[in-house]
């Protein structure tokens, strides 16, 4: 089993697609041992997630955010291998090597495994559509089992790479899988705000990110996973929705009136990066 943890803050609705697109597109979804950290900011949010608890697509431990650094440090205690997610993250493409074949992957210098990244994923931000050096400028290696074009598996240093672009960044909460341990070990001390906090601590190139031996990270040849970033739940705000915005409250509203987001009304033809904002569709349950 790997588990899986998500925080989640008055997104019930893009939280189920999230959901959704893991038991469609992960063949192995069965292997998931997931764990929703919820906090809603009002009843109508809080609706929402006790909806989206009653018709989850998978089987899910939930709990209501009291204390987010511990109870997520409590999730990395107890966990070998460990998924972080955000509730905005797709698993937008077909996945089919087995959880425990991909936990093989990480080996003695592997750090990470990323179903975000891939050699497709070389746009840094969507908004500008500035790039970064591709995998082939600065070297990889295969990897794995199946080296064909579609299913095959690429191994790079991500220590060569600069802290804050994608092939370099050492603790994303888009689909990469830790061992446990290897993130506790660099938090535990600290007392964490959310997400976005954590991964500032662990890319901070002259503390933890020096710190960490690992020196290669693993990917498929192509990424599957994105996020889809219409809105912003977090405090502060970062740049969100610039060109489909979507509010929260909008999103919830639908939700609470048996409207899904729908998985296939997505466009995934040329995903090139690991963030962008994507048009949302509905349809009715």
């Given at each position: 089993?790997?588990?899986?943890?998500?925080?989640?803050?008055?997104?019930a609705?893009?939280?189920?697609?999230?959901?959704?697109?893991?038991?469609?597109?992960?063949?192995?979804?069965?292997?998931?041992?997931?764990?929703?950290?919820?906090?809603?900011t009002?009843?109508?949010?809080?609706?929402?997630?006790?909806?989206?608890?009653?018709?989850?697509?998978?089987?899910?431990?939930?709990?209501?955010?009291?204390?987010?650094?511990?109870?997520?440090?409590?999730?990395?205690?107890?966990?070998?291998?460990i998924?972080?997610?955000?509730?905005?993250?797709?698993?937008?493409?077909?996945?089919?090597?087995?959880?425990q074949?991909?936990?093989?992957?990480?080996?003695?210098?592997?750090?990470?495994?990323?179903?975000?990244?891939?050699?497709?994923?070389?746009?840094?931000?969507?908004?500008?559509?500035?790039?970064?050096?591709?995998?082939?400028?600065?070297?990889?290696?295969?990897?794995?089992?199946?080296?064909?074009?579609?299913?095959?598996?690429?191994?790079?240093?991500?220590?060569?790479?600069?802290?804050?672009?994608?092939?370099?960044?050492?603790?994303?909460?888009d689909?990469?899988?830790?061992?446990?341990h290897?993130?506790?070990?660099?938090?535990?001390?600290?007392?964490?705000?959310?997400?976005?906090?954590?991964?500032?601590?662990?890319?901070?190139?002259?503390?933890?990110?020096?710190?960490?031996?690992?020196?290669m990270?693993?990917?498929?040849?192509?990424?599957?996973?994105?996020?889809?970033?219409?809105?912003?739940?977090?405090?502060?705000?970062?740049?969100?929705?610039?060109?489909?915005?979507?509010?929260?409250?909008?999103?919830?509203?639908r939700?609470?009136?048996?409207?899904?987001?729908?998985?296939?009304?997505?466009?995934?033809?040329?995903?090139?990066?690991?963030?962008?904002?994507?048009?949302?569709?509905?349809?009715?349950?």
């Amino acid at each position: 089993m790997l588990k899986v943890f998500i925080p989640s803050k008055n997104r019930a609705a893009q939280l189920h697609l999230l959901l959704e697109s893991l038991k469609v597109n992960l063949l192995d979804s069965v292997s998931l041992d997931i764990y929703v950290l919820y906090k809603s900011t009002s009843l109508e949010y809080e609706c929402g997630y006790q909806k989206l608890i009653r018709d989850s697509p998978l089987s899910v431990a939930w709990a209501r955010e009291e204390n987010f650094s511990d109870q997520f440090k409590d999730q990395l205690r107890t966990s070998e291998h460990i998924c972080l997610f955000t509730d905005d993250c797709i698993f937008y493409r077909p996945y089919e090597t087995s959880i425990q074949q991909t936990l093989n992957f990480i080996e003695d210098d592997v750090w990470c495994f990323s179903w975000r990244l891939g050699f497709n994923t070389t746009q840094q931000f969507y908004v500008t559509k500035s790039q970064q050096p591709s995998l082939d400028d600065l070297g990889y290696s295969y990897f794995g089992l199946d080296y064909s074009k579609d299913n095959g598996f690429i191994k790079w240093n991500w220590k060569i790479r600069n802290a804050y672009e994608n092939y370099g960044y050492s603790c994303s909460w888009d689909g990469h899988i830790y061992r446990g341990h290897d993130l506790w070990n660099f938090c535990k001390d600290h007392s964490l705000v959310n997400p976005r906090h954590f991964e500032s601590i662990m890319a901070e190139p002259t503390a933890f990110r020096q710190q960490i031996t690992r020196k290669m990270m693993v990917a498929s040849q192509k990424s599957h996973v994105i996020v889809n970033t219409v809105n912003c739940c977090q405090d502060p705000p970062i740049g969100a929705g610039l060109f489909f915005p979507t509010s929260l409250e909008e999103m919830n509203n639908r939700y609470l009136s048996d409207y899904v987001i729908d998985l296939n009304n997505f466009d995934f033809s040329d995903v090139i990066g690991c963030h962008d904002e994507l048009p949302v569709k509905w349809r009715k349950v």
